[in-house]
């Protein structure tokens, strides 16, 4: 099992960046596996930012923030990173990691593809 938590959320002024992190307490995340990031807004679904092949070193973005986003990963730290830039209001969300078995599966970007979950940091964007 992994598990996972996710840091690094708070408040910031459109224009301004945020680097997210996550830490996996269990398992390791070098291995060939997928892990990803997403976000949901109030009132709406879960919605999938970016992966990344963990041992292939590939990765995916959606087309909604591609060019201000970037994933990467810290095989020594066993941690997943997002780092975040010109962030608009639009872009207040929960952050959640998470964690799939599904490598193959890792460019869809899809919450049925990923297994573990962790709880979530909230990001807030004023104007």
């Known amino acids: 099992q992994v598990r996972l938590a996710e840091s690094g959320g708070g408040s910031v002024e459109a224009g301004g960046s945020l680097r997210l992190s996550c830490s996996a307490t269990?398992?390791?995340?070098?291995?060939?596996?997928?892990m990803g990031w997403f976000r949901q807004r109030p009132g709406e679904e879960r919605e999938g930012l970016a992966s990344i092949n963990t041992g292939a070193g590939l990765e995916y973005y959606a087309d909604s923030v591609k060019g201000r986003i970037t994933i990467s990963q810290d095989h020594v730290k066993n941690t997943l990173s997002l780092q975040m830039n010109s962030l608009v209001p639009d872009d207040t969300a929960i952050y959640y990691c998470a964690y799939s078995r599904y490598r193959g599966l890792c460019s869809r970007l899809t919450t049925a593809d990923f297994d573990y979950w962790g709880q979530g940091t909230q990001v807030t964007v004023s104007s």
């Open positions: 269990s398992g390791h995340i070098s291995a060939s596996y997928c």
